[in-house]
């Protein structure tokens, strides 16, 4: 079986039977392909079965010459592990040539967390007096109160959110479904955006039932994730927040403020959709090294 056809066959294996979201499929194809360009052009390899570990270990190296992190690195690793498993799982290949290769060592990066009086100035930064900044108010809002990931937040219907039971319902990776309590505050937030804004901004497509997206724009449709980024980056500058601000950084101190206050890790897991512990695990150590920061700032003996 040639490079090509294998990784055809993984792909359609990661749609079909895991059910794998596009997004996640095609970046797993990029980091295959890659693979299978190198193997053709540096190494004259282009059958699966000639494939062995000094190729892998060679398609890695090329990668840190090429200042790729070795995060990156590592992760492209993983998704190789993945092909080589299903290749000798369902095609009979005789061996992995993955499984002699270790992935590089790397620190692990701790995600940006905002404190609670740099949540309320980004909260508070939006105008609503317009519709815009009702939208933008209400979409912050729930983010920080569901932790959603801004793919999640950007793609929910009206029809997922029960104001009355106080809660959404979300579709997630893989398609793996969730129910996430609101809170006050973000259910008003949204029944006021509903009932004050949104018609306003589908008043020129065709009124509020012209889309069933929760957060729309003046087009017609559901906002995109990419100029969600930018309105997020635009309040935390108005707002004076000196860090580099994403809306996944919400998400990250959605989790993390639960925890200091003593939410159960596997509550937090829960909540974020994590389909591994360990991923949630990160947000312990976050909370561990905010409270030592807050005893040494404020403690007379610290």
């Known amino acids: 079986m040639n490079l090509d056809d294998a990784i055809d066959a993984y792909l359609v294996h990661l749609k079909v039977e895991r059910n794998l979201a596009e997004n996640t499929i095609t970046a797993y194809g990029n980091d295959l392909r890659q ?6 052009e540096h190494q004259d390899c282009r059958t699966i079965s000639e494939v062995d570990d000094g190729h892998i270990s060679r398609f890695l190296l ?7 992190s070795p995060r990156t690195i590592a992760r492209k690793l ?3 592990k993945g092909l080589f498993k299903f290749l000798r799982r ?11 290769v270790d992935a590089p060592r790397f620190g692990q990066k701790l995600p940006v967390v905002l404190d609670l009086d740099e949540v309320e100035d980004l909260l508070e930064a939006p105008d609503r007096a317009t519709p815009e900044g009702m939208r933008d108010w209400a979409m912050f809002e729930v983010l920080y109160a569901t932790g959603l990931r801004v793919s999640e937040l950007v793609n929910l219907l009206q029809r997922e959110v029960d104001l009355a039971a106080g809660y959404v319902r979300i579709v997630g990776k893989g398609d793996k479904q969730r129910v996430v309590p609101l809170g006050e505050v973000a259910i008003d ?4 955006y509903e009932s004050q804004a949104r018609g306003e901004l589908l008043a020129n497509a065709g009124g509020p039932g012209a889309s069933p997206a929760l957060f729309v724009t003046r087009r017609g449709g559901a906002m995109s994730r990419q100029a969600f980024w930018k309105i997020v980056k635009k309040y935390a500058l108005a707002a004076g927040i000196d860090k580099s601000v994403s809306p996944h950084d919400l998400r990250h101190s959605f989790a993390t403020h639960l ?18 512990i360990n991923t949630t695990q990160i947000y312990t150590h976050i909370a561990r090294e905010r409270l030592k920061d807050l005893h040494d700032q404020h403690h007379p003996r610290a």
């Open 35 to 40: 693979l299978a360009h190198f193997c053709v």
């Open 62 to 68: 090329s990668l840190a010459n090429q200042d790729i």
């Open 78 to 80: 993983s998704t190789l």
């Open 90 to 100: 369902d095609h009979s290949l005789d061996s992995d040539p993955t499984a002699r």
């Open 189 to 192: 937030a949204i029944d006021d």
């Open 259 to 276: 925890l200091e206050r003593g939410a159960d890790l596997r509550v937090v897991q829960a909540l974020l959709g994590h389909a591994d």
